[in-house]
C-alpha cells in the first residue's frame, strides 16, 4: 500500500517550525520519501494536503486505558468484561483524536494489547505496566481508615489499576509477576495520591531497598521503572534509586530538576486531570480531604512546566484522565501553551514520548520512520486549539501506513 501526500504543511516531531510544500510517501507502513518538489510514481491512493499540516501520530505517556470509571475505589467493583467493553470505546476515541500510540500506566494489560494488535480492538498501539504497585496505605490501596479486612490486596481479578505489595521479597515478586504477564516496563507508586483516601501528597511510599529491587528486576528484563510522584522530595526519592519516568511531578523544585536532569530521567506532566478533579469535584464525590490533596497539585501544575523547561528536563506528554474525563484528553495541548511554545509541546506529545516508549521510530516524520500520521485541518504551532475537542480537525489518521481514520 503506498499513500502520497501532496503539498502539505509538514511538522516533522523534531524540528521548531512547520515546513511548507512537502511533499510525503507512505510505502508498506514506512515513510518512505520527504521531498519539498513533487513526488512521481504510482500510489493507491493521492491525498490532496494544501492547506493541511501532516504530523506525525500524538502518543500519550500517561493513560488509564481500564479506568472505566473516575472512582477508582469503585473502579474495583465492576465486572471485569464490563470494563473491557469501556475500555475498547476509550481506546476508539483516542484514535479519533489522533493519538496513534499511548503507554498504560495501571491497568491496561497484555491481553488488550494483543486485542489491539490483532485489530479486534480499535484504538493506539499500546504500552502497558500492568498493575501498578504500591505500599500498604498508598496509592493503589483504597481500603481507607474504616475497612479493617486484609482483602484481596494483589487484585488479580478485579478491575483494579493496581495491587499492594510491602518489603524487597515482595516488591521482586511482583515485578517479575507483572513482567511474566506481559508489562512492558513496571509502575510503582513513590508518593501520596490524590484518590486514595490514607496518604496525604507530602509522604513518600517505598523504601530505597524496595524501589532498588523493582528497578533491578526491570533492567534485569531489559525495562524500566515509571513512578507517580508529586514532591520535590518524592521525585528525587525515586530518581535517585533508579527510576526512568517522573510522572507528574507538580511540586518539583530547581535542585531536583537538575537531579532528572543529570541522570538522564524523563518527566512526564499531566496538569489536566487536576483540572478536571476540580471542575467535576461534585460528580466524582470527590472527598473534602481528596479536594484539598487535588487544589495543592493544580495550582503547582504550570509552575512545574517552567522548572522542567529551565533544567531542559525532558518532558513527556500525559493526560492520566478516568472515566467520561477521557474527552479531554487534548485539553492538556491548551494547559502547557499556557507557559511552553507550542513546538515544545507539539515535541512532548511525538518525538520525547517515541523515545520513553523507547521506539525512536514513532514520533517523527523521517524516511524510515513507522508511518504514524495524522492530517490536521489548520496550523498546530500557530494555534493548537486545531488538535483539540474529539478529532473534528483531524480528517485523517494512519498507523503503519494503514488508514484507520478517514473523513478527508
Ligand atoms: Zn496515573
Known amino acids: 500500500m503506498r499513500i502520497r501526500f501532496d503539498n502539505c504543511d509538514l511538522f516533522d516531531g523534531v524540528g521548531d517550525a512547520i515546513q511548507p510544500g512537502c511533499h510525503v510517501l507512505v510505502a508498506d507502513g514506512k515513510i518512505d520519501e520527504v521531498s519539498e518538489t513533487a513526488i512521481a510514481g504510482e500510489a493507491d491512493r493521492v491525498v490532496d494536503a494544501t492547506g493541511r499540516t501532516l504530523m506525525p501520530g500524538l502518543i500519550d505517556a500517561h493513560v488509564h486505558i481500564a479506568a472505566a470509571v473516575p472512582n477508582l475505589a469503585a473502579l474495583e467493583a465492576l465486572h471485569p468484561t464490563y ?8 481506546m476508539s476515541a ?34 502497558t505496566s500492568g498493575k501498578a504497585l504500591g505500599q500498604t496505605g498508598g496509592h493503589t490501596d483504597f481500603r481507607g481508615t474504616s475497612r479493617v479486612d486484609v482483602g484481596d490486596l494483589q487484585r488479580r ?12 521479597p515482595a516488591c521482586l515478586a511482583a515485578a517479575r509477576d507483572e513482567l511474566r504477564l506481559g508489562a512492558d516496563f513496571v509502575k510503582i507508586m ?27 528486576a526491570a ?7 515509571a513512578a507517580h510522584t508529586y514532591t520535590a522530595r518524592a521525585i528525587e526519592h525515586a530518581c535517585v534509586n533508579g527510576v526512568r519516568t517522573l510522572e ?34 461534585d460528580a466524582i464525590g470527590l472527598g473534602g480531604a481528596n479536594r484539598e490533596k487535588n487544589r495543592m497539585v493544580r495550582e503547582a501544575g504550570l509552575r512545574s512546566l517552567e522548572i522542567l523547561a529551565r533544567a531542559e528536563v525532558p518532558m513527556g506528554y500525559g493526560t492520566d484522565l478516568l472515566g467520561w474525563m477521557h474527552q479531554d ?41 513507522t508511518a504514524d ?16 475537542g474529539q478529532g473534528e480537525r483531524i480528517p485523517l489518521v494512519l498507523q503503519e501506513g494503514v488508514v484507520v481514520k478517514d473523513l478527508a
Not at 481479578?157 to 518489603?167: I, K, Q, S, T
Request: proline share 6%.
Open 157 to 168: 481479578h478485579l478491575p483494579a489499576l493496581g495491587r499492594v505489595v510491602d518489603g524487597v
Open 219 to 225: 533492567e534485569a528484563s531489559c525495562t524500566y521503572v
Open 329 to 369: 484528553q487534548s485539553t492538556e495541548f491548551m494547559l502547557r501553551t499556557q507557559v511552553l511554545p507550542a513546538a515544545d509541546v507539539l515535541r512532548s506529545a511525538t518525538s520525547v514520548n517515541a523515545e520513553i516508549v523507547r521506539r525512536p521510530d514513532l514520533g517523527q516524520v523521517t524516511p524510515g520512520a
Open 373 to 388: 500520521l495524522i492530517l490536521v485541518d489548520g496550523d498546530p504551532i500557530a494555534d493548537i486549539a486545531c488538535l483539540t
Open 83 to 90: 470494563v473491557a467493553h469501556w475500555t475498547a470505546q476509550y
Open 94 to 127: 483516542m484514535l479519533d483524536r489522533g493519538f496513534t500510540t499511548v503507554r498504560d500506566v495501571g491497568g491496561g494489560d497484555a491481553g488488550t494489547k494483543r486485542a489491539q494488535q490483532e485489530g479486534l480492538v480499535r484504538g493506539p498501539r499500546l504500552f
Open 248 to 281: 507528574h511531578c507538580n511540586l518539583i523544585d530547581d535542585r531536583v530538576a537538575g537531579v532528572l536532569k543529570a541522570r538522564g530521567a524523563y518527566a512526564v506532566p499531566t496538569l489536566i486531570i487536576y483540572d478536571c478533579l476540580d471542575r467535576h469535584a
Open 190 to 216: 513513590a508518593n501520596g495520591g490524590v484518590a486514595t483516601p490514607t496518604d496525604p501528597i507530602d509522604w513518600i511510599q517505598f523504601t530505597p531497598e524496595e524501589i532498588q529491587a523493582i528497578v533491578t
